[in-house]
């Protein structure tokens, strides 16, 4: 099989036309020019050392280098080989809460989009682990199953928001025993669900599901987004949510609540801010976590194929260089080039 590594640089063999016109366009000008002087046919004979099939091989020699270049950059590839990796990690289940009151600012920018960047850097961090993604808000649906595809799982994370769930709420058990049975069975790495919420408006037993995850050597853990004081819910420029009567609508950081669920589940519970300071303490979670084979995969690598190419386009450079443009006196009888 043949195919580009970076298939974007070919466009840049649409110059080449390009440069052939300019090619033509310069020899016309160069021809009306001699024959403002006289005779072609006449005035060759009086420069008998110029030679017009030299200049056209030198420009032939110096477009088929800039062709090869091109395909060069654009990196051809072809074939493949095999390669088994046995990969060391843990499983990861990520829930994250998307319900209306993770807009709130009291974490800048909003509760969702600072979890969301803390997510993306946490993943950056992972090697050979395995993670899957959950989104809830009043019912809690898998956005991503788990998976080593770190890059599928940021594309996923980037678009999260909370229209995604219909349902208003925060369904955390719902969410906890679907992370519970997003785990691949046979797995025998330590597991853990990462619980990232503001816990406000709980609607079902969550210690209970934490308790049942701990009972599975699953742990929970809990990253509490907001403030315990209260923070209204933006609603377009310059507006907030409302209530029936037209009164704000404060949502709250239940820290309380969380930090049951996390001990429920023999996890952790740290409150985010305008720091790192959760990020880091995911990462050490993590790294006291047993990581163990998780499964052996084949890869299939394509092979460089960008060598011979250059080769050629330096031998026609090399070409170009030592072409001159005039004959030479001592070999002007060689009828090679005229």
Known sequence: MFRFAHPDFLYLLFILPVIIAFYVYAIILKKKAIKKYGNPELLAELMPEVSPKRQHLKFWLLFGAITLVI?????????????????????????????????AEDVSPNRLEKAKQMLSKLTDGFKDDKMGLIVFAGDAFTQLPITSDYISAKMFLSSINPSM???????????????????????????TIILITDGENHEDDAVKAA????????????????????????????????????NVVITKLNEQMCQEIAAAGHGMYVRADN????????????????????????????????????????????????????????????????
């Open 211 to 246: 308790t049942a995850a701990a009972e599975k050597n699953i742990h929970v853990n809990i990253v509490g987004m907001g403030d315990p004081k209260g923070s209204p819910i933006p609603v377009g420029t310059n507006n907030y949510m409302k209530d029936k009567e037209g």
């Open 165 to 191: 769930v219909s349902t208003q709420g925060t369904a955390i058990g719902s969410a906890i025993n679907l992370a519970m049975r997003s785990f691949t069975p046979s797995e025998t790495s330590d597991k």
């Open 71 to 103: 395909f060069v950059i654009a990196g051809p590839q072809f074939g493949s080989k095999l390669e088994t990796v046995k990969r060391q990690g843990v499983e990861i289940m990520v829930c994250l809460d998307v319900s209306n009151s993770m807009l």
């Open 275 to 338: 720091t790192n300071s959760a990020l880091k303490a995911l990462q050490t979670e993590i790294e006291k976590m047993n990581k163990s084979e998780l499964d052996s995969k084949v890869y299939s690598e394509y092979n460089e194929q960008f060598q011979t190419l250059a080769w050629i386009a330096l031998i026609l450079l090399i070409a170009d260089f030592l072409t001159l443009d005039r004959k030479n006196r001592i070999f002007r009888k060689v009828k090679l080039f005229s």
